[in-house]
């Protein structure tokens, strides 16, 4: 089913002449792109940002901002076992995903270790798409075993747009994508562009009104020309990763190998984590069928095993905390901050942070972060106190508004 | 008759780790050298005008960066530089390259397989997994189990606890590891043939076993444990040949006030009531010193040097049915132009790197089958690089040197001795392989070195020409290499060390072997030992 034919491979020898693959809409963003300033994404050129990485953010926050994901890892998975395969292979209930919903999910191996967090599509009755940020198709394929489906990665051949901000709805609307004025959160729908259709959901990354626009690689760049057509009077603007950190913090979402190691990345045995370790508990559904590492996640509870803890900080003061060591009492080590910025719409100091129990458990208090700020040359040392608080640390009503707002 | 404290019997790459440590301590040390040269495995030879070659050992990544650095071998001329990945050809005109850059190695296994593409970060993290393991013990003393000793049980505990480390699936893994077939290792990952046999090819070389024997896993462990500048798996050349390793060794030993004496050959080992007081050289001459380190194989010097009568029986008894059978030859060749390879696109990375021809796991297997019938492969796996493409100290601007590593290569020809006519017969195997690849190869060569293992024994003086001083199987690793209860470097007879890769941890120009005997034999004299770097942390 993997083999690849002679003549396509020899044809393929040349990737080497570009060790960077371009996105189906680099020639937008380069053409865009005054700073050339771009980084590595799971293999393809990615911009860390256009031209303002704080404009970019603000973009999110009050207009629309166009953010370019098909570097995203993409499985299209279908058949007459599609549902009963994906229920044995994630953490959440797959029958209770209806088709044209989306939800976040993660999957993991046999003893429980997460192996990637990512978004399911219902496309339809037995068809869905799992995107993530690594590869597993060796996983994938191997636990298919006994169940009628087939597994395709589809990243190359399916370009990936998200549009987010408050005016995301009114840029879709003027382009003629009205129809999705009656999505609500997780919500998606197909409609025709060109001649081909578009899968638009009411996804993101941002905890912003926001859509994501799934398209052949082909029709990706006329996808593009009528978004930016039709988003000019709506203040659009094309950003890149930096700024869209920035709105991924605030809302709490976590990244695969940035805030947790996925297991099949872990060198060092301690680094795996469970769903429960990383703030994915809430994903584990013990009622459902059989699922791959439910024995493991649920002896762990049962046997309290679980060792570490993802929480939300809030930092005094104003220095971002990104990695920094977190204490307790200002004294034992109790952890490390994995992401953590200034939140510029929140006007908060926040922090993503995984501790090692019984911190963040059982002691929650007293908790102090060491921040070392590099100043022209010299550390500024300073220990910050930090208050463990819900995520996300941004709640915005516009965000699950239906029908959503124009502006 | 110059009294010596110390005499490093054969000047390799171990015996000259040994020889610079001792002297650095504040002994006297001398080496004596059977060949006008030192170095033995690791040698760079201008055998013909303006060439120079690798004769043996051809590509450098193992060797230890602590001894580089105590030995100050940079400052006595070694560079050691890394080379960008490399291809195995396959039979129907294209090729499978590895590159260094991740997502290009990726999308290269993705010609062949998607599923194999995307299977090679598990895999290399499983293998990685296992070389975190073994690699801190590399510059370690294997325990003695049964010494009870406190640094015996130290060590042990050490072991215990680096094992106590992984958890119950790391464990299991590690057993597996240490006792499975490289074959069917690579068949819990990949589908692919090519891919599967370009990954196989470390758990074979030097072996005289095949893709499809148990242990071979192992070994390819032992080739992965390197690294350059801490690019853990990552190989490179040493410029200006392997030689540079040895010559800078050289340098740093003399500078210390050491003393090389090259054409003195030892004929043996002197021992007198089970103590040894110096060697006599083949031609007659006494060297006396209270130290004797054999940087010769287990079997030359228990078997040859040291007279039977002075050892125990048992101990006589394993060191002849220690594994060390010749498997591979060599084939060195002077170009007077770059070779051309019409499967690689111009331009192309992959000849500066490692090549080859084999492209399947079952064609290796059937190139273990002639060995095993007493002939050399017809179908032979050949190791090929041309170091010249980065390396312009070894020929002229243009010119090339190439290096074959050419397995599987008997001992002896179904019982028979070589011939110089078997020796060609050998060498046309090898040529027409690559010819086939590469029209118009046979008109660019100038001059050959052709090495089987009849070569590489009469020149190094390594048994049967094993280019690992015995083979890495787990049954001749750690505290049972190369014999146990004398895993530490010392031997039946007091005074008399070994140094050389029959000792723990194994062969390839890794130096440890070397640092390790140096260790011990200082701890002996109790003397300090402190300028001797622990290894570099494994983090």
Redesign the interface.
């Known amino acids: 089913m993997?083999?690849?034919f002679?003549e396509g491979?020899?044809a393929?020898?040349?990737?080497?002449l570009t060790?960077?693959?371009e996105t189906p809409f680099h020639a937008r963003l380069a053409a865009l792109d005054t700073l050339n300033e771009w980084y590595?994404w799971?293999?393809c050129k990615a911009p860390h940002a256009l031209s303002d990485p704080e404009l970019e953010y603000f973009a999110i926050r009050s207009t629309a901002a166009l953010f370019d994901i098909s570097p995203m890892v993409k499985y299209r998975i279908a058949g007459p076992d599609a549902e009963r395969y994906l229920n044995r292979l994630t953490l959440r209930d797959v029958r209770r995903l209806a088709v044209n919903r989306v939800h976040y999910t993660a999957w993991c191996d046999d003893?429980g270790h997460v192996l990637d967090d990512g978004t399911l599509f219902r496309l339809g009755e037995t068809d869905f798409r799992l995107c993530c940020q690594?590869?597993?198709?060796?996983w994938l394929?191997d636990s298919a075993f006994g169940f009628s489906v087939d597994i395709r990665?589809e990243t190359e051949a399916v370009a990936g747009l998200a549009l987010q901000g408050p005016t995301s709805f009114a840029v879709l609307a003027a382009a003629g994508f009205g129809d999705v004025q009656q999505l609500k959160p997780f919500d998606s729908t197909t409609l025709p562009h060109d001649d081909v259709s578009v899968t638009i959901s009411r996804t993101g990354f941002t905890g912003d009104l926001g859509y994501e626009l799934f398209v052949p690689r082909a029709r990706a760049l006329s996808l593009w020309d009528r978004l930016w057509t039709a988003g000019a009077a709506h203040g659009i603007r094309a950003i890149g990763y930096d700024a869209l950190n920035q709105a991924r913090i605030e809302a709490g979402f976590i990244v695969a190998n940035g805030d947790f190691i996925t297991a099949?990345?872990?060198?060092r045995?301690d680094r795996v984590r469970m769903p429960d370790e990383i703030g994915l508990d809430w994903l584990v559904d013990p009622d459902k069928p059989h699922f791959n590492g439910r024995n493991a996640i649920l002896a762990a509870r049962r046997n309290q095993t679980l060792k570490n803890i993802l929480v939300g900080l809030e930092i005094e003061g104003n220095i971002p905390a990104e990695h920094a060591l977190v204490y307790h009492r200002r004294k034992h080590e109790a952890g490390i901050v994995t992401a953590g910025i200034w939140s510029p719409t929140a006007k908060r100091n926040i922090a993503i942070a995984s501790l090692e129990r019984p911190y963040g458990s059982l002691y929650k208090d007293d908790l102090w972060v060491e921040i070392y700020a590099l100043r022209e040359l010299k550390y500024q040392k300073m220990m910050k106190r930090a208050k463990i608080v819900p995520r996300p640390f941004l709640r915005l009503a516009r965000r699950s508004a239906t029908p959503p707002g124009l502006r | 008759m110059r009294k010596f404290d110390a005499i490093i019997v054969g000047g390799g790459h171990n015996g000259l780790v040994t020889a610079c440590y001792l002297q650095r301590a504040g002994l006297n040390v001398a080496v004596l050298e059977k060949n006008g040269w030192v170095g033995g495995a690791a040698t760079s030879r201008e055998l013909t005008p303006g060439f120079l070659y690798s004769n043996c050992s051809y590509v450098c990544s193992l060797f230890r960066p602590e001894i580089m650095r105590d030995l100050e071998l940079p400052k006595h001329g070694l560079q050691v530089i890394a080379y960008e990945g490399g291809a195995v050809f396959t039979r129907?005109?294209?090729y499978l390259?590895s590159?260094r850059?991740h997502?290009?190695h990726?999308?290269?296994f993705?010609?062949?397989?998607?599923?194999?593409?995307?299977?090679y970060?598990?895999y290399a993290?499983d293998v990685?997994?296992q070389c975190?393991f073994i690699q801190p013990l590399l510059m370690r003393t294997a325990p003695d189990p049964f010494g009870f000793r406190p640094r015996d049980i130290s060590e042990l505990l050490y072991l215990a606890r680096k094992f106590g480390?992984?958890?119950p699936?790391?464990m299991a893994q590690t057993l597996r590891f240490w006792t499975m077939s490289i074959a069917d290792f690579l068949d819990e990952?990949f589908?692919?043939d090519v891919i599967k046999a370009y990954l196989a090819l470390s758990g074979i070389i030097g072996t005289a076993l095949g893709p499809m024997s148990p242990g071979t896993a192992y070994v390819l462990l032992h080739h992965y444990m390197g690294e350059v500048d801490g690019s853990v798996g990552a190989w490179g050349y040493a410029r200006g040949g392997m030689g540079a390793v040895t010559q800078a060794l050289a340098r740093s030993f003399e500078a210390s006030g050491g003393t090389i004496r090259t054409d003195a050959p030892v004929d043996r080992i002197l021992s007198r009531g089970g103590r040894t007081s110096g060697v006599v050289l083949e031609d007659g001459e006494e060297v006396r010193a209270p130290l004797v380190v054999s940087n010769a194989d287990v079997k030359r010097t228990f078997l040859d040097l040291v007279s039977e009568k002075d050892l125990p029986g048992d101990f006589v008894h394993r060191v002849k049915h220690f594994k060390m059978r010749g498997s591979s030859g060599k084939v060195n060749i002077a170009l007077d132009s770059l070779p051309e390879f019409p499967a690689l696109?111009e331009g192309?990375?992959c000849i500066r790197g490692d090549m080859h021809f084999t492209d399947s796991v079952e064609r290796m297997e059937r190139a273990y089958d002639d060995w095993k019938a007493g002939r050399w492969s017809a179908d032979p796996f050949l190791d090929m690089m041309i170091p010249t493409t980065i390396d312009p100290t070894m020929t002229s601007p243009g010119k090339h040197f190439m290096s074959c590593f050419v397995q599987y290569c008997p001992p002896k020809l179904a019982g028979r001795e070589w011939t110089d006519a078997d020796r060609d017969a050998f060498a046309e195997t090898v040529v027409s392989q690559i010819a086939e690849y590469s029209p118009g190869f046979r008109d660019r060569i100038v001059h050959m070195e052709v090495r089987t293992p009849r070569e590489i024994e009469r020149e190094v003086g390594i048994t049967e020409g094993n280019i690992f001083q015995g083979e890495l199987t787990f049954d001749q690793l750690l505290f049972n290499r190369p014999v146990p209860g004398y895993a530490q470097y010392r031997s039946p007879i007091a005074g008399l060390y070994m140094c050389g890769s029959s000792t723990h941890p194994g062969g390839g120009v890794m130096g440890a072997p070397g640092r390790n005997a140096a260790i011990e034999i200082l701890r002996d004299l109790k003397r300090p030992t402190e300028r001797m770097s622990k290894a570099h942390e494994v983090v």
């Open positions: 993997t083999t690849i002679a491979r020899r393929a020898q040349t990737h080497i060790p960077r693959l590595t799971s293999g003893h690594e590869r597993h198709l060796p394929l990665e099949d990345g872990a060198l045995a | 129907d005109g294209d390259a590159y850059d997502d290009s990726r999308r290269e993705s010609r062949y397989s998607k599923r194999d593409a995307e299977a970060d598990r993290r990685t997994r975190r480390e992984f958890g699936q790391e990952y589908e692919t696109p192309s990375a």
